[in-house]
């Protein structure tokens, strides 16, 4: 059973920081890719950032790019979400996520590839 546990959300001012974490369970953990996606309400799931099953590749959503890093430490099945001069636009749900059905490169980039969710964590940026 694959579980995926978020932490690390809260209250951030805007130009801040906020670390997310997540740990992962139930899987050989260096042999997936992940990927962090994002939701407010009554909007659809947001694609965040993603990285390949190496780990060599990592791909973002150009609302985060050079402000948001995703990377992963395989010794302790975690990964993380490095959240920089963070913006109000940025408050959302945060969501890691596990994909199985990934064909092209466009694939990281859809929540409907990814099979195992995290339960989420709140971010809440204050201008």
């Known amino acids: 059973q694959v579980q995926l546990v978020e932490s690390g959300g809260g209250l951030a001012q805007a130009g801040g920081s906020l670390r997310l974490s997540c740990a992962v369970s139930?899987?050989?953990?260096?042999?997936?890719?992940m990927g962090w996606f994002r939701q407010t309400p009554g909007k659809e799931r947001e694609f965040v950032a993603a990285?390949?099953?190496?780990?060599?590749?990592?791909y973002y959503a150009d609302s985060v790019k050079g402000r948001f890093t995703i990377s992963r430490d395989n010794a302790k099945n975690t990964v993380y979400l490095q959240m920089n001069i963070l913006q109000a636009e940025d408050t959302a749900v945060y969501y890691c996520?596990?994909?199985?059905?990934?064909?092209?490169?466009?694939?990281?980039?859809?929540?409907?590839?990814?099979?195992?969710w995290g339960q989420g964590t709140e971010v809440t940026v204050s201008s």
């Open positions: 996520a596990m994909p199985t059905r990934i064909s092209t490169i466009r694939d990281y980039y859809r929540a409907a590839a990814y099979d195992y």
């Open positions: 990285f390949t099953r190496s780990g060599g590749t990592t």
């Open positions: 139930g899987r050989t953990f260096s042999m997936y890719a």
